[in-house]
């Protein structure tokens, strides 16, 4: 939508590289801020009840005298996941410096935007998925390296149970 008004409205094209870099700097301050909260993004979206055992890892933290240990390693999960954001802001921004020079609105506007996108995947989106793997990993070493669960034994009973078509 905001790609098309800039086309429609014919900004420069110096707009495009800020709006391509806002979006993804915008969530990663965001994600940074909900360091500040109670509730970090990495903990809502990862550690909780729907996705892990919550209740079995927090037990064997609290047995073995971790759990401050697992609340810092938490945190920096939540500074890496910013960090993903931060570097696709800054890729977005290259690239769309980089690309897309024609007037808003020309023919070579629109191919320009189409190579860019094009190149995104191989430039952003594939690299930022693999940072957000190694912070899954980063996330269950933790987890098994402090509680010496096993992976079974970390993912939620449900969420195993409908990856292996049983209801719970």
């Known amino acids: 939508l905001l790609t098309g008004g800039i086309g429609l409205l014919q900004l420069d094209p110096q707009w495009l590289a800020i709006k391509e870099a806002a979006i993804p700097g915008i969530i990663g301050i965001a994600v940074l801020a909900s360091t500040r909260t109670r509730f970090p993004l990495i903990r809502t979206l990862l550690y909780n009840p729907k996705?892990?055992?919550?209740?079995?890892?927090?037990?064997?933290?609290?047995?073995?005298?971790?759990?401050?240990?697992f609340e810092t390693r938490l945190l920096r999960a939540t500074y890496f996941l910013s960090g993903t954001f931060f570097f696709s802001s800054f890729m977005?921004?290259?690239?769309?410096?980089?690309?897309?020079?024609?007037?808003?609105?020309?023919?070579?506007?629109?191919?320009?935007?189409?190579?860019?996108?094009?190149?995104?995947?191989?430039?952003?989106?594939?690299?930022?998925?693999?940072?957000?793997?190694?912070?899954?990993?980063?996330?269950?070493?933790?987890?098994?390296?402090?509680?010496?669960?096993?992976?079974?034994?970390?993912?939620?009973?449900?969420?195993h149970a409908d990856r292996h078509g049983k209801k719970s």
């Open 92 to 159: 977005n921004y290259v690239l769309a410096k980089w690309i897309v020079n024609s007037p808003a609105g020309s023919e070579a506007f629109n191919a320009e935007l189409g190579r860019m996108t094009l190149l995104s995947y191989p430039m952003i989106a594939i690299p930022s998925m693999v940072m957000m793997m190694a912070i899954f990993y980063y996330l269950w070493r933790t987890i098994h390296g402090l509680t010496g669960l096993r992976l079974e034994d970390i993912i939620a009973t449900h969420a």
């Open 51 to 69: 996705v892990l055992n919550v209740e079995k890892v927090h037990e064997q933290l609290e047995r073995n005298g971790q759990t401050a240990h």
